[in-house]
């Protein structure tokens, strides 16, 4: 480490600047992003890129600028509901940026390959901190970045922000993506000194366990139930006070909403921007401080190798005879897959925290405004059907991390599977079934048992079912199928692949997708709730019509992502 070097020999030793520490990471995207002479088929990615990117966007604008319209023309109460909204995407945006800076810390801090050589050349404390952070930041929050464009942009053309409200909204989120990143890598670096090295995998699961327990705490404080049933309330009076009372007054997500909502409505109020800038500023200088008192002796032992042993235990060997039918070769395969999956812990340790969120999920369910007077039919079955939108993207984001990485994580040892007589099919399939079975199950877990919850119609039970297991082997075949397009050999991490050019094509795709089976099947659905409700005739044309386009478009891309994917492995030369 730089401390134990002399002063006088420090001196006369270069003192790279943060830039030249990052130039290795720049020059790396800019050679992938530059289209080479030669290479007649490069330009199509951008192409692609640009065109679902902007049909994306102009979904979600289009559907944000209604309802904040319809907000907007809600006298005494519409500005305070937008706010709301605003306030509560923000605090989920908060909850995925923390937990995204935690587990991309470990790799950035203490796995990364360029460690062994920055960690002991003479680079300051502070410049090889403040790139790392920088680097933390930007794989864990591209994404919420990609999320925050359209959603502010829809406020700012509703509520007429004009060009001010662009320095607004880049003056409110770079702080606030700040925050998140320093304290995730704070929180990595303490328990990264706390546990033994070779105890790894107990530290992910501690932050897991930890980060979803302060998920579940965050969103009961925040009820947002009661903003949905504004009769349990005793007046108008009340309903309005309590749209009007911060709801999470110490969080950064409550300051975003406070600066951006002032600045629309009314003159804007510097204090939320004081807060964020001042508290991200004082969490960089605690987080350098605390950098340079732990960091050495946490890169110590993360570089310790631990004791394993190898042996096949009850389970393996029941594993081994239920997927005796699959024949050597693939039961093989399937083996292989589950090994390098938990070998990597940056990437098993999710499973912990994802469970929670499940469960978090499932539990919130209980609080949704649809029993009481007022609520018919109808509303009953729309809400739960309009959830298989979200059930999809939250099965996108799962795939992206744990499937679209499959082909990549191979690394060089995939010249080995290539100069071998194992068909490239067979691998690509073993990987497609392996992701995609325990997705399913988690699939249908959470559509069973929610559609449960709100006792639903058989109809809609049925519909909920078959749609999200479809679209399970769609967004599967799409995340493996890019991501054998658009490989990451050379990634140092498994958690860094999804933030490649092929990872953003893949979640712009899976969305495009959902969105499409979604309103594909809403005609027919809604002619059913009609039907049951105001007593007209479904036309059963439009519903085989309705249900076999999404069924047909879910199969297309399952098949064609995949199938692509084959003849680029078989292509592939090494």
């Known amino acids: 480490m730089p401390e134990t070097v002399s002063p006088d020999i420090a001196d006369a030793l270069p003192n790279p600047s943060l830039l030249h520490l990052l130039s290795p990471k720049l020059r790396t995207v800019r050679n992938r992003a530059r289209v080479k002479a030669g290479e007649t088929h490069s330009g199509w990615r951008w192409v692609v890129l640009i065109a679902i990117g902007v049909l994306f966007w102009a979904g979600v604008m289009l559907v944000l600028v209604r309802l904040l319209r319809y907000f907007k023309n809600t006298p005494e109460i519409g500005a305070l509901l937008a706010g709301k909204l605003l306030g509560l995407v923000f605090v989920s945006f908060l909850a995925i940026l923390l937990l995204s800076n935690i587990i991309t810390a470990l790799s950035s801090f203490f796995l990364a390959r360029d460690l062994d050589m920055l960690v002991s050349a003479p680079v300051d404390w502070l410049t090889l901190y403040g790139a790392k952070l920088l680097e933390t930041l930007v794989h864990s929050s591209w994404m919420v970045v990609l999320m925050a464009i359209p959603i502010l942009a829809a406020y700012g053309y509703v509520y007429e922000g004009g060009a001010g409200f662009v320095l607004v909204a880049l003056g409110t989120v770079v702080p606030y993506l700040v925050i998140p990143a320093v304290l995730g890598t704070a929180m990595t ?85 004081y807060l964020l800038w001042s508290t991200a500023a004082a969490l960089v200088v605690i987080g350098a401080l605390l950098h340079r008192a732990l960091y050495a002796g946490g890169f110590s032992k993360a570089q310790e190798s631990a004791q394993q042993w190898t042996r096949a235990g009850v389970g393996t060997r029941l594993a081994r005879w239920v997927l005796s039918p699959l024949g050597v070769l693939r039961r093989e395969l399937v083996f292989k897959e589950v090994r390098v999956f938990f070998r990597d812990t940056t990437q098993w340790s999710q499973l912990s925290l994802l469970a929670v969120l499940v469960v978090v999920y499932v539990f919130n369910i209980k609080f949704l405004p649809l029993r009481g007077q007022g609520i018919g039919f109808l509303l009953v079955n729309v809400i739960p059907f309009l959830n298989l939108g979200l059930s999809g993207f939250v099965l996108a984001s799962i795939a992206a991390r744990f ?15 290539k ?94 997708l959902i969105g499409a089976v979604v309103l594909l099947e809403a005609r027919p659905v809604y002619a059913y709730l009609s039907q049951e409700t105001f007593g007209t005739v479904a036309d059963p044309t439009e519903m085989v019509i309705g249900f076999s386009l999404a069924a047909a478009l879910c199969l297309a891309g399952t098949f064609v992502p995949l199938q692509v994917a084959v003849r680029r492995l078989e292509r592939l030369e090494l």
């Open 419 to 512: 100069s071998s007589p194992l068909p490239m099919r067979e691998l690509l399939w073993s990987k497609y079934w392996t992701g995609t079975l325990p997705l399913l199950v988690l699939a249908l877990g959470i559509v069973g048992v929610t559609d449960a919850l709100l006792q639903v119609s058989e109809f809609i039970f049925v519909v909920s079912v078959f749609t999200i297991a479809f679209l399970t082997f769609a967004v599967a075949g799409l995340a493996l199928g890019l991501g054998t397009i658009f490989p990451r050999y050379e990634s140092e991490s498994a958690a860094q692949i999804p933030t490649c050019f092929g990872g953003l094509v893949f979640m712009l795709s899976s969305a495009a």
């Open 189 to 273: 670096l303490l328990l990264v000194n706390m546990f033994p090295a070779r105890r790894t995998r107990d530290l992910l699961s501690v932050v897991a366990v930890l980060s979803a327990g302060g998920l579940v705490l965050l969103f009961r404080l925040l009820r947002p139930e009661q903003l949905a049933r504004p009769e349990g309330l005793r007046s108008l009076v009340d309903f309005i006070a309590l749209l009007r009372t911060p709801t999470s007054p110490f969080l950064p997500s409550d300051w975003v909403q406070r600066a951006i909502m002032t600045s629309l409505t009314d003159k804007l109020d510097v204090l939320p921007l």
């Open 403 to 417: 499937i679209f990485p499959a082909v990549s994580v191979e690394g060089r040892t995939l010249w080995l599977l």
